[in-house]
């Protein structure tokens, strides 16, 4: 096959992906759901689970391994700018004032219910479910990981369409969020460099050039970029000098961070938290990098993770029903009992509290890229992949009617129990 065949080949799936991601979206949206959920259940439908099987060979050929390569690449690349944009989306003032101790509160219970059930179930399916040679204490890690991620970008523009993310709990939901996230990011970041390393050295060399690399970043780096930043606001507009300095900054040190055993999206992350806090600045980021990212770029990555999902597993009398109801089970649980225990006990009413601990159960687009990761390092297997895929479908998608169930049109705009945290949060999905 020359050059110009494969092209097309790469043309043509990318075609299918942006056509089909759309239109799934868009008919999530009808129902009442975020676009995600939709993007998310279109990408599982373009792998195995409907057409491979209805027309196998036509997905096949649509889809052969030398494509799919290029689609891992594009992915990781749609990937480390989706989490730079996260990072430079997040308002420091976010963490301070009175409310943060009740939002680290409220992270807490979100992060150690889900953790530790998460690992319990890990430990029950060992067995079946780990990849060999993978130790038990790293597989318990990684799923209690995965099910303590919130989506905090989704939540964002979630409580932005509502009109709620300067309410109290808008506010202590996002901070809680964010917290939750950051902390699932340094301990995938800790399981990836035991798990890939050839000894403890290896592992903590690893471990130590993510935290000098993080810690020059948010030192050096935010100065440098905070002089960037005002330089911006003398001229009114991010100049392509100054765009394409960026743009060279976030590959390489999405490079640095996949080069010394840490994912790409690390290093988008830290370099997004570096960025100067300014509104000017965010406005021409996200204008110049969200529509292709999110409109092409992360429907890829949800088509590559649907190529990836197996569910041969979940025919009748499949072996993997099980451990899908229980790590499904745990999952939701440990979110939602968790984090409405905390916010009842904060002094909100139990129609609040519900409503956080649905939103909180929100994992979207997180989930996939903390699985991905795994999937990527050898982690996780096929099985356990498809079950994190449902997990992460099921519970982004429960999370808007248990939120709409617990607080009618009209009460989610009531303040009570304590003074909202007003969050500048981004509306990338």
């Given at each position: 096959m020359n050059q110009i065949e494969f092209a097309l080949r790469v043309f043509a799936a990318l075609a299918a992906v942006l056509a089909v991601t759309t239109l799934c979206g868009r008919l999530a949206m009808l129902v009442r759901q975020p676009r995600v959920v939709g993007e998310m259940v279109a990408g599982v439908l373009l792998g195995p689970a409907l057409f491979g099987a209805v027309a196998p060979g036509a997905q096949a050929q649509l889809f052969p391994e030398d494509v799919k390569g290029v689609l891992y690449v594009l992915s990781t690349i749609g990937l480390t700018f989706y989490m730079f944009l996260v990072g430079a989306s997040l308002d420091h003032g976010l963490a301070a004032g009175r409310n943060m101790r009740r939002a680290a509160g409220l992270a807490v219970s979100g992060i150690v219910p889900s953790f530790a059930l998460g690992a319990g179930a890990a430990a029950l399916f060992f067995g079946s479910l780990a990849v060999e040679g993978t130790s038990r204490w790293e597989f318990m890690l990684f799923v209690g990981g995965a099910l303590s991620i919130t989506a905090f970008p989704m939540l964002a523009r979630i409580l932005q369409e509502r009109g709620i993310?300067?309410?109290p709990i808008g506010g202590l939901t996002l901070v809680a969020a964010a917290i939750d996230d950051a902390a699932a990011w340094v301990l995938l970041a800790v399981i990836i460099a035991v798990g890939a390393a050839n000894g403890p050295l290896d592992a903590l060399d690893t471990v130590a050039g993510a935290a000098v690399f993080a810690l020059l970043m948010l030192t050096v780096g935010r100065t440098l970029f905070a002089r960037l930043g005002q330089r911006v606001e003398r001229h009114g507009r991010v100049s392509r000098d100054v765009m394409a300095l960026i743009l060279f900054v976030v590959l390489l040190a999405g490079w640095f961070t996949d080069y010394i055993g840490v994912f790409s999206v690390?290093?988008?992350?830290?370099?997004?938290?570096?960025?100067?806090q300014s509104a000017l600045v965010r406005r021409e980021l996200e204008t110049r990098?969200?529509?292709?990212?999110?409109?092409l770029l992360l429907p890829v990555f949800f088509a590559f993770s649907g190529l990836n999902t197996e569910v041969s597993g979940f025919g009748a009398g499949g072996a993997l029903w099980l451990p899908l109801v229980v790590i499904m089970a745990v999952a939701f649980a440990?979110?939602?009992?968790?984090?409405?225990?905390?916010?009842?006990?904060?002094?909100?009413?139990?129609r609040y509290a519900s409503a956080v601990g649905g939103l909180m159960n929100a994992r979207g687009l997180m989930i996939l890229v903390f699985i991905n990761i795994g999937l990527a390092y050898e982690m996780v297997t096929p099985e356990l992949f498809a079950i994190l895929v449902a997990v992460a479908i099921v519970t982004t998608a429960a999370a808007m009617p248990i939120y709409r169930a617990s607080l009618p049109e009209g009460m989610d705009q009531e303040a009570v129990g304590v003074q909202p945290v007003p969050p500048k949060v981004s509306t990338t999905p």
């Amino acid at each position: 096959m020359n050059q110009i065949e494969f092209a097309l080949r790469v043309f043509a799936a990318l075609a299918a992906v942006l056509a089909v991601t759309t239109l799934c979206g868009r008919l999530a949206m009808l129902v009442r759901q975020p676009r995600v959920v939709g993007e998310m259940v279109a990408g599982v439908l373009l792998g195995p689970a409907l057409f491979g099987a209805v027309a196998p060979g036509a997905q096949a050929q649509l889809f052969p391994e030398d494509v799919k390569g290029v689609l891992y690449v594009l992915s990781t690349i749609g990937l480390t700018f989706y989490m730079f944009l996260v990072g430079a989306s997040l308002d420091h003032g976010l963490a301070a004032g009175r409310n943060m101790r009740r939002a680290a509160g409220l992270a807490v219970s979100g992060i150690v219910p889900s953790f530790a059930l998460g690992a319990g179930a890990a430990a029950l399916f060992f067995g079946s479910l780990a990849v060999e040679g993978t130790s038990r204490w790293e597989f318990m890690l990684f799923v209690g990981g995965a099910l303590s991620i919130t989506a905090f970008p989704m939540l964002a523009r979630i409580l932005q369409e509502r009109g709620i993310a300067n309410t109290p709990i808008g506010g202590l939901t996002l901070v809680a969020a964010a917290i939750d996230d950051a902390a699932a990011w340094v301990l995938l970041a800790v399981i990836i460099a035991v798990g890939a390393a050839n000894g403890p050295l290896d592992a903590l060399d690893t471990v130590a050039g993510a935290a000098v690399f993080a810690l020059l970043m948010l030192t050096v780096g935010r100065t440098l970029f905070a002089r960037l930043g005002q330089r911006v606001e003398r001229h009114g507009r991010v100049s392509r000098d100054v765009m394409a300095l960026i743009l060279f900054v976030v590959l390489l040190a999405g490079w640095f961070t996949d080069y010394i055993g840490v994912f790409s999206v690390f290093g988008g992350f830290i370099t997004g938290l570096a960025m100067p806090q300014s509104a000017l600045v965010r406005r021409e980021l996200e204008t110049r990098l969200t529509d292709l990212n999110s409109i092409l770029l992360l429907p890829v990555f949800f088509a590559f993770s649907g190529l990836n999902t197996e569910v041969s597993g979940f025919g009748a009398g499949g072996a993997l029903w099980l451990p899908l109801v229980v790590i499904m089970a745990v999952a939701f649980a440990g979110k939602y009992l968790g984090c409405a225990a905390v916010v009842r006990a904060q002094g909100f009413s139990w129609r609040y509290a519900s409503a956080v601990g649905g939103l909180m159960n929100a994992r979207g687009l997180m989930i996939l890229v903390f699985i991905n990761i795994g999937l990527a390092y050898e982690m996780v297997t096929p099985e356990l992949f498809a079950i994190l895929v449902a997990v992460a479908i099921v519970t982004t998608a429960a999370a808007m009617p248990i939120y709409r169930a617990s607080l009618p049109e009209g009460m989610d705009q009531e303040a009570v129990g304590v003074q909202p945290v007003p969050p500048k949060v981004s509306t990338t999905p």
